[in-house]
């Protein structure tokens, strides 16, 4: 990003000031909205990847681990951060995760929202119990 800004102002040559300060924020803008675009197509593929752990096995969930630190995404599998996730189903007071949250570390904001179904506590467990 800091090569394009570098090369935009090097090739502005005589430009009025408000012409290159409006093309140095629209690449950075664009540059922000094709981030945006890749991290959520990259939280769509582990998801899918998270729900067919048995296919993805234990090739491909390292590597995809990896790209999520590199993009500075975060896969929340607790269910506890309720504001990341969406109740699709079912009835009862506990919750089973159907897909991860994604969310981006530099912006706070959730990129993908997760899938909970909720199911019946399970037996022998009282509530308030962890």
Known sequence: MVAGVAEALADSGDLPASIVSTSVRKAV?????????????????????????????SLVDPSMAAHL???????????EEGDRFVVTEGEGSSFELLRPA???????????????RRVPEPIGRTEGEA
Not at 42 to 48: H, R, V, Y
Not at 69 to 79: G, H
């Open 29 to 57: 803008l664009d540059v922000f909205r094709t981030r945006a675009q890749f991290a959520g197509r990259i939280a769509e593929i582990d998801a899918l990847l998270w729900s067919r752990a048995a296919l993805a096995g």
């Open 69 to 79: 630190r590199e993009l500075r995404l975060l896969r929340v599998v607790e269910p």
């Open 102 to 116: 994604y969310v981006d570390e530099l912006t706070g904001k959730v990129i993908l929202a997760g899938q909970l």
